[in-house]
């Protein structure tokens, strides 16, 4: 009981922190609104009058989008990846290694905190005035409602876990900066954040489908939209359900390793 309340202060420092750089907060969801606001104009423009493009309506399509970019900002209002490489690169991460709790799970508590403040402050209040001015499609059944929050949390639990692997490497590269950007492309390709798997050409989509990413938002944002129902949308569900315990093993494989080979730069 102690554990968990040490890990629930992490989440309450977190929050505090965001309250107390609220600017950060804004100017993160100015960005979001300006991507948000991108991505609808270019896909008005890709159907072209069009009421419908590969089974999807325009109106699902710009729903896809709404939710996506909404998905994408709650992802990421956590911790920064470069903060864990910088403590890496310093020598500060040797601190934490001292401390009588796990980094891993002290980073998503930290997370839990800062997505919260982010989501009931900024998030909220904004996608649900987008929902009443614009024509979007909304889940007519409150099971829908519940597939979908569980779906994006799950998600938001396989981003997590693949981004702070991806982290943990700089224990061995110390510099990542060049697969960083591969690493995002990546992520935001075969996750579906930006084009739906089922626009991809065959061969892409089949790789996508062999990765986790998609669990991050394709799937989340095909159940809101309707999609995926029926038996497939339980089998999606488990799906991101598989791939975040593989997720997870790969992280608390690569943290023991990580753990045992601590490199001190500069300090």
């Not at 920064?80 to 601190?95: M, Y």
């Not at 709790?101 to 980073?107: E, G, H, I, S, T």
């Not at 519940?146 to 997590?160: D, E, H, M």
């Not at 309707?226 to 315990?245: D, R, T, Y």
């Amino acid at each position: 009981m102690d554990s968990i309340r040490m890990y629930f202060m992490f989440t309450r420092k977190a929050f505090l922190r965001s309250a107390a750089y609220r600017f950060d907060v804004w100017t993160r969801l100015i960005s979001n609104v300006i991507f948000l606001l991108m991505w609808m104009s270019i896909w008005i423009a890709l159907y072209s009058g069009k009421e419908e493009a590969g089974g999807v309506s325009m109106t699902a399509m710009l729903t896809y989008v709404v939710v996506s970019q909404f998905l994408n900002a709650v992802n990421g209002a956590g911790t920064p990846l470069w903060e864990l490489q910088e403590k890496v690169r310093t020598g500060d991460i040797a601190l934490e290694l001292m401390r009588p709790f796990d980094v891993p799970l002290r980073y998503l508590f930290a997370d839990f905190g800062s997505v919260f403040f982010y989501m009931i402050t900024a998030l909220l209040p904004l996608y649900v005035l987008l929902f009443f001015f614009i024509d979007l499609s909304l889940p007519t059944s409150w099971e829908t409602w519940v597939l979908f929050g569980f779906s994006a949390f799950i998600g938001f639990l396989i981003r997590y876990c693949i981004e702070l692997t991806f982290g943990l490497f700089t224990f061995w590269l110390i510099e990542t900066g060049g697969i960083e950007d591969i690493f995002y492309f990546s992520l935001s390709l075969l996750s579906g954040s930006v084009i739906p798997l089922w626009f991809f050409p065959g061969w892409l989509q089949t790789i996508a489908l062999y990765l986790p990413f998609q669990g991050i938002y394709f799937i989340p944002n095909a159940i809101f939209i309707g999609k995926i129902s029926g038996s497939e949308l339980w089998m999606s569900v488990g799906v991101q359900v598989f791939w975040l315990v593989v997720s997870f093993g790969i992280l608390r494989f690569v943290w023991h390793k990580a753990a045992n080979k601590v490199v001190v730069q500069g300090g």
